[in-house]
């Protein structure tokens, strides 16, 4: 039950980040339109900021639950299987306590410019776009807290079966 409530929150991460992403380029594209026709609209740059914020951290999220953030693992793919998978888990322990002061100064930024509004947007809170660092960064977390559980079973399946020379499945 757990599992299909959290496929679920992650299929919707991934529609709205797609949508906020498009509206983003859609509100610049419609600013600079009015620009040039000599009306320009006071709140399309900083709308857009909000959108964006917002998409980048729901998107960091996706992208890294699939595995499509870059890597350069040239040397820790010489190691044993073992070893790789420590690795990952040292990582994993590296971006958990990156997340969790992110998090915190997040919170804190939110609380701090909840009185302040942007100047094109009258009563537009900076809170709301701030409020994207500790939300994404607690998303992120889960994420990672999950890849860390599935690396730590694979560590603790992984025996010293594997063939002299043999490096798993690479070309």
Not at 16 to 44: D, E, K, N, Q, S
Not at 65 to 92: A, I, M, Q, T, W
Request: net charge positive.
């Amino acid at each position: 039950m757990l599992r299909r409530v959290y496929a679920v929150i992650c299929e919707w991460e991934e529609r709205l980040a797609r949508f906020l992403l498009t509206a983003t380029l859609a509100v610049i594209l419609f600013a600079a339109f009015t620009r040039y026709i000599g009306h320009p609209i006071a709140w399309g740059m900083e709308f857009a900021t909000f959108l964006f914020a917002w998409a980048v951290f729901l998107a960091a999220d996706a992208a890294f639950r699939h595995d499509r953030h870059p890597s350069v693992d040239l040397f820790v793919n010489l190691l044993p299987e073992k070893v790789r998978l420590g690795v990952k888990l040292f990582n994993y322990a590296l971006i958990l306590i990156f997340l969790a002061v992110l998090a915190y100064h997040g919170s804190t930024l939110t609380w701090t410019t909840r009185f302040r509004t942007y100047s094109g947007i009258p009563g537009f809170s900076y809170a709301w776009p701030t409020l994207s660092v500790p939300v994404g960064c607690v998303l992120l977390s889960i994420t990672t807290i999950l890849k860390a559980r599935e690396t730590w079973q694979a560590l603790r399946g992984a025996g010293g079966c594997e063939a002299p020379g043999d490096g798993g499945d690479q070309a």
